[in-house]
């Protein structure tokens, strides 16, 4: 569905419309995501373990690198047409996980199983301050005592936002995809202030073990 | 789904235990059934072998 001049923030800031447009845009969002990002192969360096998780694992790239990690790799993801392009890429390439279709701030995930999970580029689509902390804190819950995690959302100090990195508070707004067609996809995005990063953290469930930005995102390592 | 799985499941909503009921399998993997909460009872769907374990007031109200 195109998106109309008249189109605000708020027309996308739910968690059904993100999961209706990674639907709509499953097929080439995942064509593009092909290779996992270096912070996370750097994370992954230090994981071993019987379980890993990946929260909003899309066509499951960084599920693909955690499989070499651990013994059962899990992902989850809100969008059922994100989840098929996960099961065509471990057909094609050989590799098996468990798929779920699930919301991130409500994981159907038992307490305490999870020895290392990725939470990258997903929190920041979760529309109130609430369900983000919300999210952390069900992470929390999953970890083993010696779980750890990786947490990642896009925040004000990417060069694409005209905003200040040392603002208190960050912001909602959209960002379009462009499919293949020309035609755009509005995709509604809370953007983080790095202070605002770590104060949800604090809210949260979750131990803070570092904090930092790179690329334009926020990254935390955090156990249970 | 591999029925292995369920040793980690459960409800997203309460987080009790599910119970599996099977429509369909193919060897290990369940292609098609319903894992229900044993404490509200809400049923989750497994369709091509993936469980919809959105809550429910995320769920569609059809299969798309």
């Avoid at chain 2, 399998?25 to 049923?43: F, H, K, W």
Wanted: charged share 30%.
């Amino acid at each position: 569905m195109p998106a109309g001049d008249g189109d605000s923030v708020d027309d996308h800031r739910s968690q059904a419309r993100v999961r209706e447009v990674y639907d709509d845009i499953a097929d080439h969002f995942a064509q593009t995501r092909e290779y996992p990002w270096p912070e996370v192969e750097e994370f992954l360096d230090d994981i071993d373990g019987t379980r890993g998780l990946d929260v909003g694992c899309g066509n499951g790239r960084h599920l693909e690198a955690m499989a070499d990690c651990v013994d059962h790799v899990i992902g989850v993801d809100v969008s059922r047409q994100l989840l098929g392009t996960a099961t065509e890429r471990m057909a094609e390439r050989g590799w098996s996980g468990a798929l779920l279709q699930s919301d991130a701030a409500a994981l159907p995930i038992q307490s305490g199983t999870i020895d290392a999970a990725v939470y990258v580029a997903t929190l920041h689509h979760l529309p109130t301050t609430e369900q983000r902390r919300a999210s952390l804190t069900d992470l929390a819950r999953v970890l083993t005592e010696e779980g750890r995690a990786l947490v990642s959302a896009w925040s004000t100090a990417h060069d694409r936002f005209d905003a200040s990195a040392d603002a208190e508070e960050g912001f909602d707004t959209t960002v379009d995809w462009t499919l293949p067609s020309g035609e755009t996809v509005p995709r509604y995005y809370h953007i983080y202030a790095p202070a605002e990063f770590e104060d949800d953290l604090a809210a949260s469930a979750l131990t803070v073990e570092s904090v930092r930005v790179s690329s334009g995102n926020c990254y935390a390592e955090v156990s249970g | 789904m591999q029925e292995e799985l369920m040793d980690i499941l459960c409800c997203p909503v309460d987080k009790h235990e599910l119970e599996l009921e099977v429509d369909d399998r193919e060897d290990d993997e369940i292609l098609t059934g319903r894992l229900v909460c044993t404490e509200c009872g809400e049923a989750y769907p497994i369709e091509d072998g993936i469980p919809n374990l959105l809550p429910p007031d995320m769920r569609d109200e059809a299969p798309a």
